[in-house]
């Protein structure tokens, strides 16, 4: 028996795991007690990392669409074809008429998120770039380039030395963290409470975080700003407000105080259905208990006014002299610091430096936002994306409206997916080229290990050789890159950078560059990883320009939530439904600790027990309706619908109902026999690509207007 040690790359939690293996076979994963971060923590999803290893549906060689049907075919002839179809392409309609996408995770893997931010977009020079942010933190990103002109600037809560935490539209109890690496949430939290913190969460389902917290209180999905807003104004108002502690300038606190003067918590109250006292109550504790906290993440990053909560929790924090604080939010010094390196080079990333061709919503990043991606593909016109690269994305079923984007993808003329398994979005590739497995590969979490709680360091080697001929995903990019060019001189170059530009070099630069002194080779060392500290004061070195605490392009959008407040009814009492039951309902997403995004519900230890895709819904809302407790319901929105079993539950605030994503594998084509079996409905069908954030683009996927009604009985 041989043990390996390695970082789960299946979460933000980057847990430390211990693999026992004999003859290439998996045979045991657990935690690893010795990894300093994450102390011996893992989740039942950590050992579908053997599952999908060894999962007899996952691609081992390059798939060709012939006559409809999926044929096994070798690298080079799938590379000599893609290559000559997309210089075809590029010559005749443009570089823009090749679109590039990628989905989470490329997050989690070393090479894929080095090659999928440069070689490649470099190579492809398109406009017609598109990825998962924009339906995740796009809001939080253009926030920070904002306030503190970078938008890799990002604050995590300073969980270990908090001693007050204030969590929206998080639960990450489920997910285990988001923008805030911590393994062992629960351990942590524990912690927090035992001496003496408190543990708020605001949310609309009182979640599995909320059942070990001090306080829950249920908000109206998308209200957070009007929430967030009554408790700057009482910062304000009860001269509570303290941002010269900060180490740098705050510009534009009077305009705030200004704006804020206007939403007082009793005004605000009636329309998220936090009363006026408990906002109070709030804004007095985290002015005034040293190392408090506020945090927000999905919940309140994709809905309609994503922006505006993700700038005002970042607001209080400023506001209480807790950014930068021990126990507030503080910025992680990691090892590689790629948002060190950009705040030196003056990097502020960007925003709107173009638009979408069809709808004119803005790029960020380099990237339009997803909900623009099928009528890219479908509306002619020069600039119109014939051909697409999609990369560890499915957005069939994670991006809105997934029924319109399965059509759209029908129509290209050329799709090619990188990607380990045949599902609902890869189906429709001319090409499927599967990397090697995450055990195949060595391993460095760059981005999570930038966002953590501790500064910690660690560097895996691969488990398992590769096949012969296997390919990594960044070896596939780099030869797709290399395909672009007309000059078969420059394909012969281009390739030759795989030699030269090996994720191994690149981390062992940054590492030699970083505020650590460490190299890979010394981080081989230490399988466990190592610990790097607690987090320090650093916002002189990221924001050496200051704060500014009221950027323009946010001032102005309180004025459309002043505009949907007036058009918006007060909180509905909790029986508010039309005579026959046609009331309308806000729809909110969910996640599950067995289940993750789209794609791990092919390991059957996943997907066995009660079934995980439900409608929830209050008793009132159901009784009212007549409905009961596991019946199929039809869930309809203003594009879509879906049917779903019913569960009934007062986990949910009266006039919500709450559905997980990534499920829907009922779709003929694709390859994955236990998923299929246990398909579920994707809440995409439901969501739409008109819902946004108007400021940004990004897709508001919670607090969806829908009708929940009977299966129409046939007739
Ligand atoms: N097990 C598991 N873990 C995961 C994932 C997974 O699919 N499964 N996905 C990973 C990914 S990609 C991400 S981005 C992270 C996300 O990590 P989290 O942000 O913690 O994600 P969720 O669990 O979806 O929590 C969002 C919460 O917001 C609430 N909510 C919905 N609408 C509103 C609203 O308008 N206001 C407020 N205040 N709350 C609202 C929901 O009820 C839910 O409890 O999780 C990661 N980890
Ligand atoms: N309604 C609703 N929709 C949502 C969300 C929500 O909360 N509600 N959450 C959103 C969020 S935060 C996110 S991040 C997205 C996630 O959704 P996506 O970005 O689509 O990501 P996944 O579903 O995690 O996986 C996509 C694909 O990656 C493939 N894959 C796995 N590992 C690798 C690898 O190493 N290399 C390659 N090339 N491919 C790999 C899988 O086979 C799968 O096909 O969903 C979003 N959609
Ligand atoms: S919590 Fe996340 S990183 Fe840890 S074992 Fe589970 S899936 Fe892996
Ligand atoms: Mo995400």
Same mark, same amino acid.
């Given at each position: 028996?041989?043990?390996?040690?390695?970082?789960?790359?299946?979460?933000?939690?980057?847990?430390?795991?211990?693999?026992?293996?004999?003859?290439?076979?998996?045979?045991?994963?657990?935690?690893?007690?010795?990894?300093? !971060?994450?102390?011996?923590?893992?989740?039942?999803?950590?050992?579908?990392? *053997?599952?999908?290893?060894?999962?007899?549906?996952?691609?081992?060689?390059?798939?060709?669409?012939? =006559?409809?049907?999926?044929?096994?075919?070798?690298?080079?002839?799938?590379?000599?074809?893609?290559?000559?179809?997309?210089?075809?392409?590029?010559?005749?309609?443009?570089?823009?008429?090749?679109? !590039?996408?990628?989905?989470? %995770?490329?997050?989690?893997?070393?090479?894929?998120?080095?090659?999928?931010?440069?070689?490649?977009?470099?190579?492809?020079?398109?406009?017609?770039?598109?990825?998962?942010?924009?339906?995740?933190?796009?809001?939080?990103?253009?926030?920070?380039?904002?306030?503190?002109?970078?938008?890799?600037?990002?604050?995590?809560?300073?969980?270990?030395?908090?001693?007050?935490?204030?969590?929206?539209?998080?639960?990450?109890?489920?997910?285990?963290?988001?923008?805030?690496?911590?393994?062992?949430?629960?351990?942590?939290?524990?912690?927090?409470?035992?001496?003496?913190?408190?543990?708020?969460?605001?949310?609309?389902?009182?979640?599995?975080?909320?059942?070990?917290?001090?306080?829950?209180?249920?908000?109206?999905?998308?209200?957070?700003?009007? !929430?967030?807003?009554?408790?700057?104004?009482?910062?304000?108002?009860?001269?509570?407000?303290?941002?010269?502690?900060?180490?740098?300038?705050?510009?534009?606190?009077?305009?705030?105080?200004?704006?804020?003067?206007?939403?007082?918590?009793?005004?605000?109250?009636?329309?998220?259905?936090?009363?006026?006292?408990?906002?109070?109550?709030?804004?007095?504790?985290?002015?005034?208990?040293? *190392?408090?906290?506020?945090?927000?993440?999905?919940?309140?990053?994709?809905?309609?006014?994503?922006?505006?909560?993700?700038?005002?929790? =970042?607001?209080?924090?400023?506001?209480?002299?807790?950014?930068?604080?021990?126990?507030?939010?503080?910025?992680?010094?990691?090892?590689?610091?790629?948002?060190?390196?950009?705040?030196?080079?003056?990097?502020?990333?960007?925003?709107?430096?173009?638009?979408?061709?069809?709808?004119?919503?803005?790029?960020?990043?380099?990237?339009?936002?997803?909900?623009?991606?099928?009528?890219?593909?479908?509306? %002619?016109?020069?600039?119109?994306?014939?051909?697409?690269?999609?990369?560890?994305?499915?957005?069939?079923?994670?991006?809105?409206?997934?029924?319109?984007?399965?059509?759209?993808?029908?129509?290209?003329?050329?799709?090619?997916?990188?990607?380990?398994?045949?599902?609902?979005?890869?189906?429709?590739?001319?090409?499927?080229?599967?990397?090697?497995?995450?055990?195949?590969?060595?391993?460095?979490?760059?981005?999570?290990?930038?966002?953590?709680?501790?500064?910690?360091?660690?560097?895996?080697?691969?488990?398992?050789?590769?096949?012969?001929?296997?390919?990594?995903?960044?070896?596939?990019?780099?030869?797709?890159?290399?395909?672009?060019?007309?000059?078969?001189?420059?394909?012969?170059?281009?390739?030759?950078?795989?030699?030269?530009?090996?994720?191994?070099?690149?981390?062992?630069?940054?590492?030699?560059?970083?505020?650590?002194?460490?190299?890979?080779?010394?981080?081989?060392?230490?399988?466990?990883?190592?610990?790097?500290?607690?987090?320090?004061?650093?916002?002189?070195?990221?924001? %050496?320009?200051?704060?500014?605490?009221?950027?323009?392009?946010?001032?102005?959008?309180?004025?459309?939530?002043?505009?949907?407040?007036?058009?918006?009814?007060?909180?509905?009492?909790?029986?508010?439904?039309?005579?026959?039951?046609?009331?309308?309902?806000?729809?909110?997403?969910?996640?599950?600790?067995?289940?993750?995004?789209?794609?791990?519900?092919?390991?059957?230890?996943?997907?066995?027990? %009660?079934?995980?895709?439900?409608?929830?819904?209050?008793?009132? =809302?159901?009784?009212?309706?007549?409905?009961?407790?596991?019946?199929?319901?039809?869930?309809?929105?203003?594009?879509?619908?879906?049917?779903?079993?019913?569960?009934?539950?007062?986990?949910?605030?009266?006039?919500?109902?709450?559905?997980?994503?990534?499920?829907?594998?009922?779709?003929?084509?694709?390859?994955?026999?236990?998923?299929?079996?246990?398909?579920?409905?994707?809440?995409?069908?439901?969501?739409?690509?008109?819902?946004? =954030?108007?400021?940004?683009?990004?897709?508001?996927?919670?607090?969806?207007?829908?009708?929940?009604?009977?299966?129409?009985?046939?007739?």
């Amino acid at each position: 028996m041989n043990t390996h040690y390695r970082a789960c790359n299946l979460c933000e939690a980057i847990c430390g795991l211990v693999i026992e293996h004999e003859n290439g076979q998996v045979k045991s994963i657990r935690g690893d007690k010795d990894d300093p !971060f994450s102390r011996g923590h893992l989740c039942p999803k950590a050992l579908a990392l *053997g599952d999908v290893h060894h999962d007899v549906d996952r691609l081992r060689a390059p798939l060709k669409k012939v =006559d409809g049907k999926f044929v096994e075919v070798s690298w080079e002839e799938a590379f000599t074809d893609i290559g000559a179809r997309m210089r075809a392409i590029r010559r005749q309609h443009g570089a823009d008429a090749i679109g !590039f996408t990628q989905g989470n %995770p490329v997050l989690h893997n070393l090479g894929a998120s080095i090659y999928c931010q440069t070689i490649l977009p470099w190579a492809l020079g398109t406009r017609s770039r598109f990825s998962s942010v924009s339906v995740d933190n796009l809001p939080r990103m253009v926030v920070s380039r904002w306030m503190y002109g970078n938008q890799t600037v990002i604050a995590v809560p300073d969980l270990d030395r908090s001693q007050f935490f204030l969590v929206l539209g998080a639960n990450p109890l489920a997910s285990n963290g988001s923008l805030m690496t911590a393994p062992d949430l629960a351990k942590r939290l524990k912690a927090l409470r035992a001496r003496g913190g408190k543990l708020i969460i605001i949310d609309p389902r009182r979640t599995e975080t909320a059942d070990v917290a001090d306080e829950h209180h249920f908000i109206r999905p998308g209200r957070d700003a009007l !929430f967030l807003l009554g408790i700057v104004h009482t910062l304000f108002a009860e001269g509570l407000t303290k941002p010269e502690k900060l180490a740098v300038a705050v510009r534009g606190v009077d305009t705030v105080k200004t704006l804020a003067a206007k939403w007082s918590p009793e005004r605000v109250a009636p329309l998220t259905g936090i009363d006026a006292e408990t906002t109070k109550r709030l804004a007095r504790s985290l002015a005034t208990v040293e *190392g408090a906290v506020v945090y927000g993440r999905m919940g309140i990053s994709t809905q309609a006014f994503g922006a505006l909560a993700t700038w005002l929790i =970042d607001v209080i924090n400023v506001l209480t002299g807790q950014l930068d604080a021990p126990g507030g939010a503080m910025f992680t010094t990691p090892a590689v610091d790629l948002v060190g390196i950009a705040t030196r080079m003056g990097q502020p990333g960007s925003f709107d430096a173009y638009r979408s061709r069809v709808r004119a919503l803005p790029e960020f990043n380099g990237e339009l936002p997803i909900v623009t991606l099928a009528e890219e593909i479908e509306t %002619p016109g020069p600039g119109q994306v014939r051909a697409l690269l999609v990369t560890a994305h499915n957005p069939v079923l994670s991006a809105p409206n997934g029924p319109r984007v399965d059509a759209a993808l029908q129509k290209l003329e050329l799709m090619v997916a990188v990607d380990p398994y045949l599902n609902e979005t890869t189906r429709h590739a001319h090409y499927v080229l599967p990397p090697t497995s995450a055990l195949e590969r060595e391993h460095y979490d760059i981005a999570l290990h930038a966002y953590g709680v501790r500064n910690t360091s660690r560097w895996n080697q691969p488990l398992f050789t590769p096949q012969p001929g296997a390919l990594d995903d960044w070896q596939i990019f780099l030869r797709l890159a290399a395909e672009t060019f007309s000059s078969s001189l420059i394909r012969s170059i281009v390739r030759t950078l795989g030699a030269i530009v090996t994720p191994r070099r690149i981390v062992d630069v940054l590492l030699r560059l970083g505020p650590h002194p460490l190299t890979v080779k010394k981080l081989e060392q230490h399988p466990h990883g190592i610990d790097l500290g607690a987090l320090e004061p650093r916002l002189k070195t990221l924001a %050496p320009k200051g704060i500014e605490l009221a950027p323009p392009a946010l001032i102005s959008d309180v004025t459309r939530l002043e505009d949907h407040v007036s058009n918006a009814r007060a909180v509905p009492p909790p029986n508010a439904v039309a005579p026959g039951g046609s009331g309308q309902l806000e729809l909110i997403g969910r996640r599950d600790l067995r289940s993750n995004n789209s794609w791990l519900h092919n390991s059957p230890r996943l997907v066995k027990g %009660p079934v995980r895709c439900t409608l929830l819904m209050h008793p009132t =809302d159901a009784s009212a309706r007549g409905l009961e407790n596991g019946q199929r319901v039809t869930v309809r929105a203003a594009k879509g619908t879906a049917e779903v079993p019913l569960e009934i539950s007062d986990e949910v605030m009266p006039g919500v109902v709450s559905l997980p994503h990534g499920w829907g594998h009922d779709r003929a084509g694709i390859r994955l026999s236990v998923a299929q079996r246990h398909a579920g409905t994707s809440v995409n069908d439901v969501t739409n690509e008109d819902l946004i =954030d108007a400021l940004c683009g990004t897709a508001a996927l919670n607090g969806v207007s829908v009708e929940v009604a009977h299966i129409a009985s046939p007739t």
